[in-house]
């Protein structure tokens, strides 16, 4: 009995945990430009499995790059991106070249043929960032 009850102060703390940093994060809504992009040297530079942030791209990730001027909303390395229209949840691993504006890059690992299809699309993005001190939900 003492185990059981144990145990499910356990699961309880760790539940409230989880609640309480879900509370310090909002999700956000934009409309971004999305084209996708992949791990080969051509398109990228002579590390084409690095990141800008020294991550390591694996093919199969759900990860994607920014535009800098997304950096300035908190869409930065390890925020989590909903893309309409895709299951799951990205995340950012790499930053796109600066003369890009509000857009996105899906990671197709080197299935250049995948990207090439994608295109480019406007789409609605939610994007989770630390929710501000005075700031109410939206």
């Keep these: 009995m003492y185990k059981k009850?144990?145990?499910f102060l356990l699961l309880s703390s760790l539940c409230n945990a989880c609640?309480?940093?879900?509370e310090d994060y909002?999700?956000?809504?934009?409309?971004?430009?999305?084209?996708?992009?992949?791990s080969v040297y051509w398109q990228t530079d002579d590390e084409p499995g690095v990141a800008a942030w020294?991550?390591?791209?694996?093919?199969?990730?759900?990860?994607i790059a920014v535009s800098h001027d997304l950096l300035h909303l908190g869409i930065g390395?390890?925020?989590?991106v909903k893309i309409n229209g895709l299951d799951g949840i990205y995340v950012v691993m790499d930053k796109m070249h600066s003369r890009w504006e509000n857009k996105i890059d899906i990671y197709m690992g080197t299935d250049v043929e995948?990207?090439?299809n994608w295109g480019n699309k406007t789409l609605k993005i939610k994007y989770?960032?630390?929710?501000?001190?005075?700031?109410?939900?939206?």
Excluded: C, F, H, S
């Design 128 to 138: 989770r960032v630390k929710r501000e001190a005075n700031t109410k939900d939206e």
């Design 5 to 7: 009850i144990t145990l």
């Design 54 to 63: 020294g991550d390591t791209l694996i093919p199969g990730m759900k990860t």
């Design 26 to 38: 909002v999700w956000k809504t934009k409309e971004v430009d999305v084209t996708a992009y992949n």
């Design 19 to 22: 609640a309480d940093e879900n």
């Design 114 to 116: 995948r990207a090439r």
């Design 77 to 80: 390395q390890g925020t989590q």
